[in-house]
C-alpha cells in the first residue's frame, strides 16, 4: 500500500533571503516528508541584516488564494505566519473557521530577527481574538506571548508555566488544543519549551546552541510541526520531533553560510553531505 504523503500550506510572508516565510516553511515541510503549499500573505524586502521594507498583500486576494487552494487540494495541516495587516488576519481566521483544517498551528510572527515589526499594531487585537480560538496549537516566544497575554515577557521558568496556563485559556475548549512556549529569550543554556494543553504541562529540554544562524527558528519550528502532526501518534511526539529536526538544523546552519546578520538554519541537515565529508 502506497503511504499517502500529508499536504501542508503556509499562510504567511515571504523572505527572500530564504531563511525566514514561506520559503523557509517549504524547505521545513519538504525535509520532513510532507507535500508543501504556500499562500501569500505579505512581501517583504529582507536579507540576513534585516528587513527594509514591507509591502502587503491585499485581503481579497489572499481570501482567493485559499479558497482556490483549499477547493482542490486535501489540505491535513495549516501553519499561520506572518500576516502583516488586520485585514489579512480577519480574512484568513474566515477562511480558516469555512475550510476547518485539522490541524491550524499559529506563530504569532510580530517581531523580526533584526527587530523590524511584521504585524501592524491593530492587528495584534484581531489575532489574539479571531485566530488564537481557532487555532489547535499556538508557538509564541516569550516576547509574543507578552503581548497575547498583554503582560510583560516571562523572564523564568515559572513565570513561562504561568503564561502558559494563561495563554491555553485564550485557546477554543473544542478539541484537543495545545501552546507550545518556546523559551529562547531566557537567559543561561538550558532552553526548557514548555508543551501544554490545559493539562499536562511538558517539558521539552534542550541547550543552547551558540551560533548567529537563528534567521527563522520560528517559522521552521512551526512549519515542521504542520508536517509531522498529521503523521505522528500524538501531539507530543510531534513536538518533540519538531524541535529535534530544529536542533539538528541550527547545528548544522554554520555550513550554508549565507549572508553577514543571522543566517538561517540548515534545512536540508539529513540529506545535504558535510563538506568536512
Not at 502587503?56 to 501553519?79: M, N, S, Y
Not at 516566544?141 to 523564568?156: C, F, Q, S
Amino acid at each position: 500500500m502506497t503511504r499517502k504523503i500529508p499536504h501542508a500550506l503556509t499562510i504567511a510572508g515571504v523572505d527572500p533571503s530564504g531563511g525566514a516565510g514561506v520559503l523557509a516553511d517549504i524547505k521545513a515541510m519538504s525535509a520532513l516528508g510532507a507535500y508543501g503549499t504556500a499562500v501569500i500573505a505579505a512581501l517583504t524586502a529582507q536579507n540576513t541584516l534585516g528587513v527594509t521594507g514591507i509591502s502587503p498583500v491585499p485581503p481579497e486576494f489572499v481570501a482567493q488564494q485559499i479558497d482556490t487552494l483549499f477547493a482542490d487540494v486535501p489540505i491535513d495541516a495549516v501553519k499561520i505566519g506572518m500576516l502583516g495587516q488586520k485585514g489579512v488576519t480577519r480574512v484568513v481566521s474566515e477562511r480558516m473557521l469555512r475550510w476547518k483544517p485539522k490541524h491550524l498551528v499559529l506563530d504569532p510572527v510580530m517581531i523580526a530577527k533584526g527587530g523590524a515589526s511584521l504585524l501592524e499594531r491593530e492587528a495584534v487585537s484581531a489575532l489574539r481574538e479571531e485566530l488564537v480560538p481557532i487555532a489547535s496549537m499556538i508557538t509564541p516566544n516569550l516576547p509574543e506571548a507578552g503581548v497575547l497575554l498583554d503582560a510583560r515577557p516571562a523572564e523564568t521558568l515559572k513565570e513561562m508555566r504561568q503564561a502558559a496556563e494563561k495563554l491555553r485559556r485564550l485557546l477554543g475548549d473544542d478539541g484537543e488544543r495545545w501552546v507550545f512556549l518556546k523559551s529562547g529569550h531566557l537567559p543561561g543554556d538550558d532552553t526548557i519549551d514548555l508543551l501544554h494543553d490545559g493539562d499536562r504541562m511538558i517539558e521539552l529540554p534542550g541547550r543552547r546552541i551558540h551560533t548567529p544562524n537563528t534567521h527563522g527558528t520560528g517559522c521552521t519550528l512551526s512549519a515542521a510541526l504542520a508536517a509531522l502532526l498529521p503523521v505522528c501518534g500524538s501531539v507530543p511526539e510531534a513536538a518533540e520531533r519538531a524541535k529535534a529536526y530544529l536542533v539538528a538544523a541550527i547545528a548544522r546552519s554554520g555550513e550554508l553560510q549565507v549572508g553577514k546578520g543571522h543566517g538561517p538554519v540548515h534545512h536540508f541537515h539529513q540529506w545535504w553531505m558535510s563538506p568536512d565529508i
